[in-house]
C-alpha cells in the first residue's frame, strides 16, 4: 500500500538488483500496481489536480514499470498502453498542469514515450472495419494534433528544465541504467512518431491481407521497395488518413529543431516519405517539378529503416541497430546526402518556409556544391 506523503521528502531509491529482481519475478504485480493506480489517475482526475505530488509518483510508478517491461525478452509477457490509454494519460496530465508546463508533464511525456509505439498513431482512435468503412472525422485530426502539441511543448521545456534531479522531487522513483543516453526528449519523440508510423504502415491492420500473403518482404531492402509496397497496399485498399499530413508537418517540425543525428534521420524521412506518398505520386509533379524523376534514385540509396525488420523493437534511451551488416563509409555518405535530398523535397510538399525549399531544385543544390567537400574527404589520396 501506497502510504501519503510524510513530513518532509520521501525517495524510493531502486538499486540495480532490486530492477533485476522486479523484471523476473514481480513485473505481473507491479503492472496490477500500475493499472490499479493508472485508473485512480483517470477516474479522479479532479480530486488529484491539488496534490500535484501524487500525481508525480503515479507517473513514476507508471513509468517505471513500463521501463522495466522494454527489458523483457521478446517471448515474455509486456506491460505497454494502447493508443487510446496514451491519449487520455496525456489529456489527464494536461489537465493537472492546468495547460501548463512541469515536471509533471515531461515525466508524463516520459511515461508515453517508454509504451511500445502505437502502429494506430496514424489515427489515434482505432477505426474499426466494419461493412460500411468509417471515415476519419475532424474530431479525430484535432486529437493528433493536440497530442502532438503537448508532447512537442513538454519536449520543448526538458532542455530547459532538467528533469531528474532528485532535489526537485518529493517521491523519485529512480532505475539504475547503462543504456542511459544523451538524446532528448525531442529527439526520442521523433524517432517515437516516426516508429509508429513505420511500424503502422508495415502492419497487417492496415494492409490487403491477399496482397500481405504474396508479398515477399524479405525484398524490402530500400525505401524504394517499400514505397512500391505502400503504394500497392494504398491501391489495394483506397485506405487513407485524414491525419497524415498533420502528423507529417509535426514530425518535420520536430526534426528541425533538433541536431541532425544520422543514426535516426533514415528513419525520420522514410516515415515522412511513407505519410505523404500520395503527394510523392505523378499527380505533384507541379509541385515537385523535375525533382519528380529523381525520387527512385533518392529512394534505392536509402536502407530500408529499421522499424520494418520483425526483430526491431523499440528502445526509450538509444535507436535499434542492425548489427548484421555495417554499410561502407561512401553507402553512408550517399544514404545521408539522399535523405537531406529528400528534406528538400518534403519541405515544399509541406510549404515550410525552409532557407532553400521553396525555389531550390535538386540540381541547384547539387550545383551549389553543399556536398563537395564530403565526398572530397571520402577520395582516396
Known amino acids: ?3 501519503p506523503f510524510q513530513n518532509n521528502r520521501s525517495y524510493v531509491v ?3 538488483h532490486t530492477v533485476e529482481w522486479m523484471q523476473k519475478y514481480a513485473l505481473e504485480q507491479l503492472v496490477e500496481l500500475s493499472c490499479n493506480l493508472y485508473k485512480m489517475l483517470i477516474e479522479g482526475v479532479e480530486r488529484l489536480k491539488v496534490n500535484t505530488q ?10 517505471s514499470a513500463l521501463r522495466i517491461s522494454q527489458k523483457r525478452k521478446v517471448y515474455q509477457p509486456h506491460f505497454t498502453l494502447s493508443v487510446e490509454s496514451l491519449l487520455q ?22 511515461a508515453v514515450l517508454m509504451s511500445t509505439p502505437p502502429v494506430t498513431i496514424l489515427q489515434m482512435m482505432w477505426l ?12 479525430d485530426k484535432e486529437k493528433v494534433s493536440k497530442f502532438v502539441r503537448w508532447a512537442t511543448l513538454t519536449a520543448l521545456q526538458s532542455n530547459i528544465e532538467e528533469v531528474h534531479g532528485p532535489e526537485n522531487f518529493d517521491c523519485i522513483m529512480r532505475l539504475q541504467s547503462d543504456e542511459e543516453s544523451d538524446d532528448s526528449l525531442i529527439s526520442k519523440l521523433v524517432r517515437w512518431l516516426a516508429a509508429s508510423v513505420i511500424v503502422g504502415k508495415h502492419s497487417l491492420k ?12 524479405s525484398k524490402l531492402n530500400n525505401l524504394l521497395s517499400l514505397m512500391e509496397w505502400d503504394d500497392q497496399r494504398c491501391s489495394s485498399t483506397s485506405r487513407t488518413f485524414a491525419c497524415e499530413e498533420t502528423l507529417a508537418s509535426s514530425v518535420f517540425f520536430l526534426q528541425q529543431l533538433q541536431r541532425t543525428n544520422y543514426t535516426v534521420l533514415p528513419s525520420v524521412v522514410s516515415a515522412l516519405c511513407l505519410l505523404l506518398s500520395s503527394s510523392l505520386s505523378c499527380t505533384e509533379t507541379d509541385i515537385l517539378g523535375d525533382d519528380a524523376i529523381q525520387l527512385a534514385t533518392l529512394f534505392s540509396k536509402i536502407n530500408c529503416p529499421a522499424e520494418a525488420y520483425p526483430t526491431w523493437r523499440w528502445s526509450f534511451y538509444q535507436p535499434w541497430k542492425d548489427q548484421s551488416s555495417e554499410p561502407s563509409d561512401a553507402a553512408k555518405l550517399e544514404k545521408n546526402q539522399a535523405c537531406e535530398m529528400l528534406l528538400v523535397v518534403i519541405s515544399k510538399l509541406l510549404g515550410r518556409n525552409s532557407l532553400y525549399s521553396n525555389f531550390l531544385s535538386f540540381q541547384d543544390v547539387d550545383k551549389l556544391g553543399v556536398f563537395d567537400w564530403e565526398r572530397h574527404i571520402l577520395k582516396p589520396q
Open 14 to 16: 531502486l538499486s540495480r
Open 128 to 139: 474499426f472495419y466494419t461493412k460500411i468503412r468509417r471515415a476519419v472525422s475532424s474530431e
Open 1 to 3: 500500500m501506497i502510504q
Open 54 to 63: 501524487l500525481v508525480k509518483l503515479i507517473l513514476q510508478i507508471l513509468r
Open 206 to 217: 492496415f494492409s490487403n491481407l491477399d496482397l500481405c500473403h504474396s508479398f515477399d518482404r
Open 89 to 110: 494519460l496525456c489529456e489527464v496530465v494536461d489537465e493537472c498542469c492546468d495547460g501548463r508546463q512541469s515536471l509533471v508533464a515531461q515525466i508524463g511525456l516520459e
